[in-house]
């Protein structure tokens, strides 16, 4: 790796391409940065100019080189202890910094858990225009503009949006809408060591305590089956049910805001707009009305099959399949029945 | 004394169902059916929630501000009736369908004529646009750290301590007054308020001001321009199952068997 010597002046009017921001995860990268990769390419395409990746952390050396194979042109790393966790302060600082340095037209970031916090900052930082949670973007020929597509309302209804002339344009992209780029052998990248002269001491906020719930199994996000339960579930005791269903289909409990709100279930099993976003092959949801909030998080679920006693529930118009029913004489028979099949 | 401000938008029922509406013919506004109330965003019931947690632990004055055009003034009184001490209307035909940038530079400037807050607290996300952007840009402006998704609230002698969420956790974070919070629904429902309370708002009158007020210059603010709001196609063709509960979970685990692997 070599240190960046970079000199904003000799950018100046050039097109410099796409910026994303890449996650790791486990060593590794996370799934949004391959989809990330795809979205970049597919700007810097009509855009032109190249795509750069960039990726904060620390012992990233396996990640690094994965992302090196995606076919982006460098990756800029700060691989540094105090980068291993997210720090607003830390990571605006420096992401504030490589924008400045490589002047990119656009900055793509994943609508994670990272990415929505971090892009409004650096939008404001730089006073340029953010557009989050995209599923869809263009750019427009003439113009060379964005044309941005995302879900508002709770996910009832679209908005298409421009972006005001000063770049970077900054946008988060929504989770599972891009297909997930391939690495491929031999399409090594230029890796640099991106100096990013961050002080911890300078810091207003600090982080004092970082507390990990005990995980039981696998993660939501990663799940191939999801038994999700709302309202119509009733209470913790109804829930204990459904994961005697989750567990034996192999998969593990999700719900909707309600039973969170409730008390039945930690937070961390909401799905939806402002939960976990999935993407199971199958998703059941019982005794969820399918609000579009909801929706916002299971609709690219591979199937989605749902009981609800009510024939005019919503969710019916999201599902696959569905069952007009009362969960509590349904979900004993199918566990019973999926046992014998599945275990 | 603690002063908070509470930041807190005006919206359309975000529960009601979208079937119910119409898109106006600019393409540009939501048209709710006739007679369904506005309603306080839900995160910022959350923020003013928090905002009288900490008055009930410590004191403090809440000052609630509330931007728009045409506020619906007894949905708003709501917040004084719950316990906020003050409310201040920012109302003007400029303040219609500012984005986020318009918004977070209305409101800094209102809490700079008010100068200044120890705690501003903010919903994480408005539950019509769903930007999240509005907090942190009113922190950037500001000069003010910013603590996003807060859970808990606590102000102790010498800063103020937010528990902030995490994908599978939460972690612990200070920093000194003045800070800015955005409140998540995990802080707990905003209380329901005592019948006389309710009463006693709806006779406040608000101080009201607009931009001339504010000295605020939004003709350069836009960052982001709505072209138009659609509905996309989405609807999905049901296949029903019927029958018995045991003739269902029959039929459910067949659809089952061919999908898990
Ligand atoms: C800004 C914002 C963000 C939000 N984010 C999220 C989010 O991330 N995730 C989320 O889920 N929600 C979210 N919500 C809330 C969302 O709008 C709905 O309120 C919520 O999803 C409703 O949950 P539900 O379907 O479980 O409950 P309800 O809408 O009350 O539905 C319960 C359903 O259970 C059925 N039922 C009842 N009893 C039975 C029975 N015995 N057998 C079978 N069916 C039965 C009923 O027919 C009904 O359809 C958000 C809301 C806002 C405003």
């Known amino acids: 790796m070599r240190e960046a010597i970079l000199d904003k002046g000799a950018n100046m009017g050039e097109n410099k391409g796409v910026l994303f921001l890449a996650e790791g ?41 994965e992302l090196a194979r995606l076919g982006v042109a460098r990756v800029y790393v700060v691989d540094d202890p105090l980068f291993a966790y997210y720090h607003p302060e830390a990571y605006l600082a ?13 900055v793509l970031m994943g609508h994670t858990d990272t990415g929505r916090e971090l892009a409004p900052r650096l939008a404001f930082a730089l006073d340029t225009g953010l557009c989050p949670n995209c599923v869809g973007i263009e750019v427009d020929a003439a113009s060379d503009a964005l044309r941005l597509t995302r879900p508002v309302f709770g996910g009832k209804a679209d908005g298409l949006y421009s972006l005001s002339e000063d770049e970077p344009w900054i946008v988060t992209i929504a989770q599972k809408v891009f297909e997930p780029a391939v690495a491929h052998e031999g399409q090594a990248a230029e890796v640099v060591a991106f100096a990013h002269r961050v002080d911890a001491g300078s810091f207003r906020i600090s982080v004092t305590e970082r507390v990990e719930d005990s995980s039981e199994g696998i993660r939501l996000e990663d799940a191939t089956v999801i038994v999700s339960g709302g309202r119509g579930i009733g209470s913790a005791e ?14 593990c409990v999700g719900a ?79 566990t019973q029945k999926c046992r014998a099949m599945f275990g | 004394m603690l002063t908070i401000a509470v930041c807190v938008k005006q919206v359309t029922d975000p529960e009601a169902p979208l079937s119910l509406f119409a898109i106006a013919a600019d393409g540009r506004h939501l048209v709710p059916p006739p007679g369904t109330p506005p309603v306080l965003s839900t995160f910022d019931e959350n923020a003013l929630e928090a905002a009288l947690k900490i008055k009930d632990a410590v004191g403090s004055r809440v000052t609630v501000l509330s931007m728009g055009n045409k506020l619906a003034k007894p949905v708003l009184k709501k917040t004084l009736a719950a316990g906020a001490d003050e409310l201040i209307l920012l109302e003007d035909e400029q303040f219609e369908d500012l984005d986020s940038n318009g918004t977070a530079m209305v409101l800094a400037a209102t809490i700079d ?18 930007a999240g952007q509005v907090g942190m840009g009113i922190a950037a402006k500001l000069g003010i750290p910013a603590v996003t998704l807060a859970r808990k609230v606590e102000v102790t002698d010498t800063s103020v301590r937010v528990e902030r969420i995490l994908p599978y956790g939460h972690e612990v974070v200070e920093a000194a007054p003045p800070v800015l919070v955005t409140a998540s629904n995990e802080i707990g429902e905003l209380r329901f308020p005592p019948v006389k309370a309710v009463i006693a708002a709806q006779k406040v009158q608000p101080t009201v001001w607009g931009a001339a007020d504010l000295g605020v210059d939004l003709a350069r603010s836009t960052r982001a321009n709505l072209v138009k709001f659609f509905v996309p196609a989405r609807d999905i063709l049901c296949e029903m199952i019927g029958g018995s509960p045991q003739e269902i979970a029959n039929g459910i685990t067949e659809v089952l068997k061919t999908r898990i692997v």
């Open chain 1, 94 to 106: 420096v992401a504030t910094r490589l924008v400045r340095d490589i002047c990119p037209s656009v």
């Open chain 1, 256 to 334: 909707s805001r309600a039973p969170v709100d409730n008390g039945w279930v930690p937070a961390n099993l909401q799905v939806g707009l402002t939960g976990t976003v999935v993407s199971p092959n199958v998703y059941l949801a019982v005794g969820i009305s399918g609000a579009a909030q909801h929706i916002a998080g299971c609709s690219s679920s591979n199937t989605i099959i749902a009981i609800n006693r009510d024939p005019e529930a919503p969710i019916f118009r999201r599902a696959h399949y569905g069952a007009v029913a009362d969960w509590r004489e349904v979900v004993p028979a199918l």
């Open chain 1, 238 to 251: 109804g829930f204990a049910e459904l994961k005697e269903l989750a567990a034996a289909l192999g998969g």
């Open chain 1, 25 to 65: 995860r486990d060593g590794g990268l996370a799934k949004i940065t391959y989809e990330l990769t795809t979205a970049a390419h597919e700007i810097a395409g009509q855009l032109g100019g190249e795509v750069n990746a960039a990726l904060f952390g620390t012992g990233l050396t396996r990640a690094v080189a």
């Open chain 2, 113 to 130: 004529k008010l100068g200044g807050f120890d705690i501003v607290l903010c919903g994480r996300q408005a539950a019509d646009t769903d």
